[in-house]
């Protein structure tokens, strides 16, 4: 929920992909839009993982899983401890000195 101000993205798309790439991601494409800008990779294990930007700044992450075939899974045994949302969810509302700063963040962004 925090505001990922336009000045920031890349440094935060830069975090993600340096990370990423130390874990031996493979980086499969980079879309530097400034409405929407993406990263998109792939693990060793084939797992394609994705980070985007959308309305306000709201950062999404997602992941999708190689075919497996189905399993019998065990509940979880603790209750999540983030937030639920019923409907909607909200536009980003948490501001970070950092993040939510409209300057140009120092250091290295997302690769073109």
């Given amino acids: 929920m925090t505001v990922v101000s336009e000045q920031r993205r890349g440094n935060f798309l830069g975090v993600v992909e340096r990370f990423w790439k130390a874990n031996d991601y493979r980086i499969d494409m980079v879309n530097p839009s400034k409405e929407m800008p993406e990263i998109i990779a792939t693990s060793e294990d084939g797992f394609g993982i994705s ?62």
């Fill in 51 to 112: 980070v985007m930007f959308g309305h306000k700044g709201q950062a999404f992450f997602e992941v999708t899983s190689p075919c497996v075939d189905e399993s019998k899974v065990a509940p979880p045994t603790k209750v999540a401890n983030g937030r639920t949302y019923e409907g909607e969810i909200p536009t980003p509302n948490v501001r970070s000195d950092f993040w939510s700063a409209e300057s140009p963040g120092p250091g290295p962004t997302a690769s073109p």
